[in-house]
């Protein structure tokens, strides 16, 4: 049961608890709690409080752990807290006592929710029944602290930890230096990775993402780069993520070639490498108009065995299209090397409308649907300012009224406005704003009676 519920297969747990009662197999209540923790975690709220009743019906008596579930489902999903309170005193009419892990789920519950007051009253109970504390306690409510912009609180939340006999780790530090970066607390966040060793914690390679992606967001790139080899010191290696967040900074600062070099150099030090690294490099290269180096990429990264994705060939197209090769993009999306969705469709018809080439807009306008492909507002809104400009107002407004079909849009709507005023189309414009004042306030009206 244990093994399905990780997997998250609550059916095959309700299967199996069904043949165990079905067997004659004496059920026992971690049973049962397995059974109601995967539904919980499957969101499937009335079938977990459907088995608890069922186990209390059968004789058996809920423990702790399986009342922790409870409040986990009432206080971290349905932010039901007083539900979640209520099994907590059940708890002790029972003759136990909640846990720590009890308490803790309820405030990390109370701390999503943003009610910070309420989780430190729950803090302060567990002190007032010596309840032993532990990290999972205190963290959540740095998080809700730090997310809340009250950085001094947080701080100091985590300096009086130790005096309750529970010493941040590595997670909680983590959770500080997140909240650091986002006020630009950079010299703190020196001392706090300064210290650490003497504090009894060492920082991770989470660690140095959030501080590294703090600094680029920053615009602070070397000092950045200072970190990765502060990492790399403590013979801790970047993984993906990290390595995401410097190439990203790379490219942001202008910087794209030596976001290639990086690349290339981290396959030959054998770091993780995948698709969404290479992704961002080959963007920052359309984004440089360097359509050669794009498809350079493409092909190294489908020589290390690296399977491109949807976004890899959008970017493919886009950076074609940016250098005028718009046929050579064309071809890409009917070799079906890939499945071309809405967006590279779209980015397509933008640039054959931008060389005025509507008869090629219009095939890939009806190719998308073919292919059951939805045109969204973007789409729209192509087609429309790309009839404006041909001077083709009317099939311009058919499909501003195609558009409506997924409900109005104000882009597409401004967008045939502004290409009617444009055209001299005042006549047309007025009674398009008349059209769409009467459709809204119909729309209104039939909200009300609803």
Same mark, same amino acid.
């Given at each position: ?69 409870? *409040? ?5 999903? %349905? ?11 059940? +708890? ?10 009890? &308490? ?6 109370? !701390?999503?929710?943003?009610? *910070? ?13 010596? @309840? ?24 100091? %939340? ?15 530090? /983590? ?30 390679? +989470? ?8 600094? !680029?967001? /920053? ?5 950045? =780069? ?12 970047? /993984? ?12 942001? !600062? ?12 981290? %396959? ?10 290479? /992704? ?45 090769? %718009? ?24 640039? =054959? ?7 090629? *807009? ?23 300012? !790309? ?5 083709? &107002? ?32 005042? @006549? ?23």
């Amino acid at each position: 049961m244990k093994a399905f519920a990780r997997a998250g297969q609550p059916d095959d747990v309700l299967r199996l608890l069904d043949e165990m009662r079905q067997s004659n197999f004496e059920l026992d209540v971690p049973c049962y709690t397995t059974a109601i923790d995967s539904l919980v975690v499957a969101r499937r709220f009335e079938e977990a409080e459907a088995v608890f009743k069922d186990m209390v019906s059968s004789g058996l008596t809920p423990d702790v752990a399986a009342c922790t579930v409870l *409040v986990k489902m009432y206080s971290c999903y %349905l932010k039901q807290f007083d539900k979640a309170c209520l099994v907590l005193q059940w +708890i002790m009419r029972l003759g136990c006592k909640p846990d720590v892990v009890a &308490y803790s789920t309820l405030i990390a519950g109370l !701390c999503q929710a943003g009610r *910070v007051r309420e989780a430190i009253g729950v803090l302060k109970l567990m002190l007032h029944e010596q @309840c032993h504390l532990n990290v999972q306690t205190y963290t959540p409510i740095v998080r809700a602290y730090c997310s809340n912009g009250r950085i001094i609180k947080a701080k100091r %939340l985590v300096d009086s930890m130790r005096n309750f006999g529970c010493s941040p780790n590595t997670v909680t530090y /983590n959770v500080l230096i997140e909240g650091l970066c986002k006020v630009g607390y950079f010299s703190d966040i020196e001392k706090i990775l300064e210290e650490s060793t003497s504090m009894g914690w060492m920082p991770d390679v +989470i660690t140095y993402s959030i501080y590294m992606n703090g600094l !680029c967001k /920053n615009g602070d790139a070397n000092k950045a =780069f200072e970190q990765l080899e502060a990492m790399l010191e403590k013979g801790l290696y970047p /993984n993906s993520v990290t390595l995401n967040i410097l190439l990203d900074c790379l490219c942001h !600062c202008s910087k794209v070639w030596e976001a290639e070099l990086l690349l290339g150099r981290s %396959l030959e030090l054998e770091w993780d490498v995948n698709v969404v690294n290479y /992704n961002t490099v080959m963007s920052g290269l359309c984004k440089s108009e360097k359509s050669s180096a794009v498809l350079k990429l493409l092909g190294d990264m489908m020589k290390k065995g690296i399977d491109p994705n949807i976004w890899t060939f959008t970017i493919v197209i886009h950076s074609l299209c940016r250098a005028g090769k %718009l046929w050579e993009a064309k071809f890409v999306i009917e070799r079906r090397v890939f499945v071309a969705n809405v967006v590279t469709y779209t980015i397509l018809m933008q640039y =054959f409308c931008w060389v005025g080439n509507l008869g090629e *807009v219009q095939l890939l306008f009806a190719k998308m649907q073919v292919e059951g492909i939805h045109p969204n507002a973007v789409t729209y809104n192509v087609m429309v300012d !790309c009839f404006c400009r041909q001077g083709k &107002y009317s099939d311009a407004i058919v499909y501003f009224v195609s558009s409506l079909d997924d409900g109005f849009s104000p882009k597409v709507a401004a967008r045939l406005t502004y290409g009617l005023i444009r055209g001299g189309k005042l @006549c047309d414009t007025l009674n398009l704003l008349e059209w769409i004042a009467g459709t809204l306030y119909h729309l209104y009206v039939e909200w009300l009676k609803a």
